[in-house]
């Protein structure tokens, strides 16, 4: 779609959004995160708190495992503001992904009874009662989280809250900011989340180079640990915090090491399998299977997939079974078996199985699959397998 201008700068369109926000809703708040695009985001809404002399909301996320830098940030931003805020940093147990191990593929971050493994102790204002929030549920899933925090915040008056997502930074984010979804009176940069929650997005058209003309320019606090990632030769585009042991994260798990080695240890000890992702994720080996694979002598591809499979644990060998079940009958229903060689087929065939294996490809986006939404979806979906499974006659 092209890109239509406003006849302002990004900044301008930014803090017109954000007014019309105060103008609109009785309650708001803000996602943070910490990071570049949040921190801007932040900034310009308690700008305009300041002025209008009405506090909001300030949710933060704590999983943990984080930067040091991030966090001395986060705790300047809370103290920078606290005459305007209602502060949120909720460090509850949460159920996360970890993608560098087979053996433990999630991890509970803040698990009860693991504190001696924590890396890190929780800073005094974070919310760590379980018993806080009448919605939550023991290590319940970031992505079922926010919508019932949002829904209790919104204490069944209008509610918006300040999401920092860019459309600029990958096509899923367009889509999340532009795409499907109902829009308040045809505003492409709000979303209706539900009952009386909605999602601002003020910052949607903005790229990383305005993010850090704005910084510069205003001289506000930012999170240092850019300064360091900078230093170290990362690209804009390579600058993202997030857990550090997910699908897309694990490639930078490797800059603990480099940019904070005194978190490094803790990062490494605190789930099984954190080492090693570290050090092959930063190489071009097959460990992953980023580039060529090789079967073992004697073996098909399709064999050499099921050696994989039955190297498993149980649960992790049925997931997999799963989305191969999947792929294999999606092929069958258009007429197409499985070959053993993408000589035979470049789509349809069993080494892009081992590719996926080897990769540990947890949502086999290799083979065209996307990342259920919550805990609960996933647990359905699982049900529901079973039964094709045994209907299909594979992995019955």
């Not at 949710?59 to 495992?65: G, L, P, R, T």
């Not at 087979?102 to 919310?127: F, M, S």
């Not at 999401?163 to 899923?172: G, K």
């Amino acid at each position: 779609m092209p890109k239509h201008g406003l006849g302002i700068n990004v900044l301008e369109a930014a803090r017109q959004r954000v007014a019309w926000t105060f103008d609109t809703f009785p309650r708001i708040y803000c996602s943070f995160s910490g990071g570049k695009d949040s921190t801007v985001m932040t900034h310009l809404v308690m700008n305009e708190a300041k002025k209008r002399k009405r506090k909001v909301g300030l949710m933060y996320i704590d999983f943990e495992a984080q930067f040091q830098h991030t966090i001395d940030h986060l705790e300047e931003m809370y103290s920078l503001y606290a005459d305007w805020i209602e502060p949120y940093w909720v460090a509850l147990p949460s159920t996360l992904r970890n993608a560098v191990s087979q053996y433990e593929h999630h991890w509970t971050c803040w698990e009860p009874g693991r504190e001696a493994d924590w890396v890190r102790q929780p800073p005094k204002i974070a919310i760590t009662d379980q018993s806080f929030f009448p919605f939550y549920e023991y290590a319940m899933a970031f992505e079922d989280f926010v919508p019932e925090f949002g829904h209790w915040y919104s204490e069944g008056q209008l509610a918006a809250c300040f999401v920092a997502i860019r459309a600029a930074e990958s096509l899923n984010r367009w889509r999340t900011v532009a795409g499907h979804g109902t829009k308040w009176e045809g505003r492409n940069w709000t979303n209706y989340i539900g009952q009386t929650l909605w999602n601002i997005y003020p910052i949607y058209d903005w790229s990383a180079e305005d993010d850090w003309t704005y910084h510069g320019k205003t001289g506000l606090p930012h999170n240092e640990i850019y300064d360091l990632m900078h230093k170290a030769g990362l690209t804009l585009s390579q600058m993202r915090l997030c857990q550090p042991y997910g699908d897309e994260q694990r490639k930078g798990l490797w800059l603990f090491h480099i940019l904070e080695p005194e978190t490094w240890g803790k990062v490494v000890a605190r789930v099984n399998g954190a080492n090693a992702g570290a050090m092959y994720a930063q190489e071009s080996g097959n460990i992953l299977g980023n580039r060529r694979i090789y079967k073992p002598k004697g073996h098909t591809w399709e064999s050499f997939t099921m050696l994989l499979l039955d190297s498993l644990p149980p649960m992790m060998r049925e997931h997999y079974q799963n989305k191969i079940a999947v792929f294999v009958h999606w092929w069958r229903e258009k007429g197409v078996e499985m070959a053993d060689d993408p000589s035979g087929h470049e789509s349809a065939n069993w080494k892009r199985m081992c590719k996926t294996l080897l990769r540990s490809d947890y949502w086999c986006r290799e083979m065209g699959f996307g990342i259920h939404k919550s805990n609960s979806s996933y647990e359905k979906y699982k049900k529901i397998m079973e039964k094709r499974r045994a209907a299909w006659g594979i992995f019955p």
